[in-house]
């Protein structure tokens, strides 16, 4: 199966789709990383990260390495460039007390880019995670709840049922 992610933008606007789809991330890192509790960082000069630890948004200045998630949506799910990814690894490594970047999109990434990547955050030791297209469509359909509120819609009207080739196939033995 498939979703239509074009739909956020035909229904709100790019601008509101892209609120959507970090609130999207949100519920993905509250739900997958439980340990930690996740909030939202504000809309502008957000230092290159969508959502953050809730003690970072106290002032406070965390005595831990610190996670960030990074939201990319591709209204045509295509491919994560380097201008998606470089901003939010560097301002990382400025950071300097960042343990744990998490990419999530609906998009993919190319090999190059996960290399790059690797060597950029492997300076300073920072674990970077990458949630892409297919893992996050299987985890929201099996949430339909979460995809109800991020489409304003019951799950599967934007969904595209992909029949497998072979199923639609018909095989005839004949006797020898």
């Known amino acids: 199966m498939k979703i239509n992610w074009g739909i956020l933008v035909d229904k709100f606007g790019m601008d509101e789709a892209t609120k959507r789809f970090e609130k999207l991330a949100l519920h993905y890192v509250q739900r997958n990383y439980t340990e ?16 953050h630890l809730k003690e970072y948004e106290d002032g406070e200045i965390p005595t831990y390495l610190d996670r960030w998630a990074e939201a ?9 460039r380097k201008k998606d990814i470089d901003p939010t690894i560097l301002s990382g ?5 960042v343990e744990l970047i998490i990419f999530i999109s609906n998009g993919s ?28 469509e299987n985890w929201l359909i099996s949430n339909p709840e979460i995809y ?29």
């Open 148 to 176: 109800q509120e991020i489409f304003s819609e019951v799950s599967g009207n934007s969904i595209v049922k992909i029949v497998p080739f072979f199923s639609s196939l018909r095989t005839k033995i004949c006797p020898p």
């Open 109 to 136: 990434i190319p090999v190059s880019l996960l290399k790059r990547s690797y060597l950029g955050t492997h300076i300073k030791n920072i674990e970077v995670t990458y949630i892409l297209k297919n893992q996050l």
């Open 72 to 80: 990319k949506y591709k209204q045509k799910s295509n491919s994560l």
């Open 36 to 51: 930690y509790e996740w909030v939202l960082t504000q809309r502008t000069r957000d230092n290159n990260r969508d959502i």
């Open 93 to 97: 490594l400025i950071d300097g007390n």
